[in-house]
């Protein structure tokens, strides 16, 4: 009897020493499906994605970027400027995983655009700056191309000031020139003047030379220089959505394919309306469900 009762012993500590092993080994369980939200609900992992082009459109890649990675902690997102030319000829080679762009790939010459997928993310307005100094506040557009192409070099000549013109300009690989100089210039080449890679540059320029003039999205105007009115229209986002003012561009972004991965976690985000409808209107952009016009690369408009 006194060796059974020592047996039982044995097995009873035995299987508590068991039961405790067992209760040890499921206890990491919990904390690692957690793991996989990231803390924040969560599961965005993947390879690090790169978004090149448009400066226009920088500034709302940029913060969708850092609203992005605070959520998902694991995304690396790194976004560059360039030109649109540049995002475009990026991606196409896979040198970037998504291409930036102010017009339709299919406007670039030497670019597969039939190898790219477009995501229009938002429209952005684009309008003559000039320096404070320049008093005049509208011009014709007569007016503008005479000024773009060398035709005008004074203010004076349009009721400005005794001031000489300065052309300001974007590289021929810019979305933003080549939006502004077909619906702007009527197609009409610009005349020599200072050329700028970047939209902050040309308006660091603009609004520190007297008689400046260039040409910004409305993401890049701020109270150091002054947009003018176009025949009387004010590049408002109201008139842009009906297209009462045409100087306006999609925003793309460009993928080689269809997106996969962080890009398409990515892609959807800037598409969601915590972004769509917040921050795109903060940085000056558009919706696109805000327009009531639809144009196609061409240029040809069509009512929604």
Known sequence: MKKLGKLLMVLTVAGALLAGCGSNNAAPAQ?????????NGSSVSGEP??????????????????????????????????????????????????????????????????????HKVAVVGMAAVVSPK??????TKQQLIDIFTGKITNWKE????????????????????????????DGHDEAEGITED??????????????????LALSYIDDSVKALKLDGVEASAENI?????????????????EPTGTAKAFLDFILSDEVQKKTVTDLGFLPITDMKVERDAQGNVTQK
């Open 198 to 215: 970047s939209s902050g540059t040309v308006r660091k320029i603009v609004a520190e030379t007297p008689g400046a003039i260039g040409y």
């Open 158 to 185: 349009v009721g400005g000031p005794d001031l000489k013109v300065t052309l300001v300009n974007r590289p021929k690989s810019s979305g933003t020139r080549a939006t502004f100089h077909k619906f702007a210039l």
């Open 241 to 257: 959505a009906a297209n009462k003012y045409p100087v306006w561009a999609y925003e793309h972004m460009y993928t080689k394919g």
């Open 31 to 39: 904390p690692e499906q957690q793991g996989n939200t990231q803390n």
């Open 49 to 118: 994605v790169t978004a090149v082009g448009s400066t226009a459109l920088q500034p709302l890649v940029e913060q969708a970027a850092k609203d992005f990675t605070a959520k998902n902690p694991g995304v690396q997102i790194q976004v560059q400027g360039g030109g649109s030319g540049t995002g475009l000829s990026q991606v196409a080679s896979g040198a970037a995983t998504i291409g930036n762009s102010d017009i339709f790939a299919e406007e670039k010459q030497g670019i597969p655009a039939n190898e790219l997928v477009d």
């Open 134 to 139: 320049v008093t005049v506040d509208n011009l």
